[in-house]
């Protein structure tokens, strides 16, 4: 009998569980043992293994997190402790790894694959949306609509006090939330990591709507602009006169019970993974493309770059004026 392991790596993002449930009990379907693997690589480290059962996976499919739970491993990018991690999935006759996680949980994945010979399939779960082979990452979805939550809260109140609300977002190199939360949630100005942010176009952006009779003007701004947010606040105030907040959304926009979306997309992915290891395939990474499940070479699919969506982005300017 196969025996697979599958593990959660990374930060935590929706929907998780429900890649975890749907690799358990799709593998025991095909007559395979799965081992889930506590806190990521770093309890690949540890030997920190707990073979699942079909129950064991019960009653997860709507939480938030990972029951696997995650951690970030320093040990894991060492010779020593990959080495240590691929050491005790071959004691383990563990043939196969479902890797659940970002960037860079599948780069670490791949490299496993490469120095040590274990067949892994990549799932992508990170809700910044920074693999650039897929069009969406499990967790995204339920990210965005946290973000749209919080704006239209942040509008009542902004609009009441007739101010400008900052709203700071995760994204520390992929603007995706911003972006999106931004076009979908009526921003006037969104600030992106991948795009130069030019103070003097904020501060028009804002005068303009001021001028225009708004009551309130919300700005999307990702963790990763390269602006201090202390400066586009005291520039704001001094210029415009009007009161400015900053709301920062930091881990809030990682928990949750993940949305239909994220559910259905972390289920195919789980479902696609064990199809693969059913068949022999070795090295995968598991997206979705135009609405379709595909998979693809692990290392190409960590080569492609994610290019910023000009038409959404001039799209925020167009449509809030």
């Not at 699942?52 to 970030?72: F, H, M, N, P, W």
């Not at 963790?223 to 006169?241: C, N, Q, S, Y």
Request: with cysteine; charged share 25%; aromatic share 4%.
């Amino acid at each position: 009998m196969k025996r697979i392991g599958v593990l959660t790596s990374g930060g935590d993002a929706p929907g998780m569980n429900a890649a975890v449930r749907a690799v358990v009990r799709y593998g025991i379907y095909h007559d395979m043992e799965v081992y889930g693997i506590k806190r990521g690589y770093e309890g690949l480290i540890d030997g920190d293994f707990e073979r699942l059962y079909r129950r064991s996976v019960g009653d997860i499919l709507q939480r938030g997190g990972t029951v696997l739970k995650t951690a970030r491993s320093k040990q894991f990018i060492t010779e020593e402790g990959m080495a240590k991690a691929a050491a005790n999935l071959k004691e383990l006759k563990i043939e196969d790894l479902v890797v659940i996680g970002g960037n860079g949980s599948l780069t670490g994945a791949k490299i496993l694959s490469e120095k040590h010979g274990i067949n892994v399939m990549g799932i992508p779960g990170t809700i910044d949306n920074d693999l650039a082979y897929t069009d969406y990452c499990i967790g995204f979805d339920t990210a965005i609509n946290t973000v749209l939550d919080a704006i239209t809260r942040i509008r009542d109140t902004s609009s009441s006090h007739e101010r400008t609300s900052i709203i700071e977002v995760m994204g520390r190199n992929c603007g995706d939330i911003a972006l999106y939360a931004g076009i979908t949630g009526g921003a006037e100005c969104v600030l992106l990591p991948e795009i130069d942010s030019d103070l003097d176009a904020v501060y028009k952006k804002v005068a303009e709507g001021i001028g225009s009779g708004k009551l309130h003007n919300i700005i999307i701004k990702a963790e990763g602009v390269g602006v201090e947010t202390d400066a586009l606040i005291k520039m704001l105030r001094e210029r415009t006169e009007r009161d400015v907040k900053l709301v920062v959304l930091s881990y809030l926009q990682r928990g949750g019970s993940p949305s239909f979306r994220d559910r259905m997309l972390a289920t195919q992915c789980g479902m696609r993974a064990i199809e693969l290891i059913n068949r022999g395939v070795d090295n995968r990474a598991i997206g979705e493309r135009d609405g379709q499940i595909i998979d693809l070479d692990i290392g190409e699919a960590l080569e492609a770059r994610r290019a910023v969506d000009l038409d959404l982005y001039k799209g925020v300017d167009i449509l809030s004026m």
